[in-house]
Antibody
Framework: EVQLVESGGGLIQPGGSLRLSCAASGFTVSSNYMSWVRQAPGKGLEWVSVIYSGGSTYYADSVKGRFTISRDNSKNTLYLQMNSLRAEDTAVYYC??????????WGQGTLVTVSS | QSALTQPASVSGSPGQSITISCTGTSSDVGSYNLVSWYQQHPGKAPKLMIYEVSKRPSGVSNRFSGSKSGNTASLTISGLQAEDEADYYCCSYAGSSSHVVFGGGTKLTVL
């Protein structure tokens, strides 16, 4: 059974950094495209970043230069390093198994709150 | 990258059919058969309902169907049931650098 479990969210001050983790089971992270998608409170879904099986990475303009997606093959885990956080980054962050740009499996999400 | 355009809300009675539209551009919906649809109940993670315009993942009811014409994709739900009440989001591939773009979401109310 495919399972994705995010962790690492919390309350952080503006300008701070946070690293989100997404532990996968039932499939191999490195053999799949993996995406991060976020949802601000009461708002819609916003794609954040993707890492392809070959290692290429892409980012939404809103986070480019501040966020970094990566994976640890030995731990079968996906990460999102978030730096220079802003109030507008406040959201639930989901990791998803991305197959041909469709998010077939999702984690339960982790809440990131950026506030002083 | 601009979000895809969806109606804010739609409604229907049990047993009826409804259609949710998703309008993009020739750079996303119009160029690729890579449109997907997601259902999200309050406080829950999204669930994939349709991928590659009209394909259903295993376990998704055949009451859900998808189509596309030009720059507009559509999700149709037939035989509406109370449990279909949720938010629905469309999503389209938009080229390698943008990867995907989501619609703003549509709230479905089952009357």
């Amino acid at each position: 059974e495919v399972q994705l479990v995010e962790s690492g969210g919390g309350l952080i001050q503006p300008g701070g950094s946070l690293r989100l983790s997404c532990a996968a089971s039932g499939f191999t992270v490195s053999s799949n495209y993996m995406s991060w998608v976020r949802q601000a409170p009461g708002k819609g879904l916003e794609w954040v970043s993707v890492i392809y099986s070959g290692g290429s990475t892409y980012y939404a303009d809103s986070v480019k230069g501040r966020f970094t997606i990566s994976r640890d093959n030995s731990k079968n885990t996906l990460y999102l390093q978030m730096n220079s956080l802003r109030a507008e980054d406040t959201a639930v962050y989901y990791c998803a198994r991305d197959k041909d740009t469709a998010m077939h499996s999702w984690g339960q999400g982790t809440l990131v709150t950026v506030s002083s | 990258q601009s979000a895809l355009t969806q109606p804010a809300s739609v409604s229907g009675s049990p047993g009826q059919s409804i259609t949710i539209s998703c309008t993009g551009t020739s750079s996303d919906v119009g160029s690729y058969n890579l449109v997907s649809w997601y259902q999200q109940h309050p406080g829950k993670a999204p669930k994939l309902m349709i991928y590659e315009v009209s394909k259903r993942p295993s376990g998704v009811s055949n009451r859900f169907s998808g189509s596309k014409s030009g720059n507009t994709a559509s999700l149709t739900i037939s035989g509406l049931q109370a449990e279909d009440e949720a938010d629905y989001y469309c999503c389209s591939y938009a080229g390698s650098s943008s990867h995907v773009v989501f619609g703003g979401g549509t709230k479905l109310t089952v009357l």
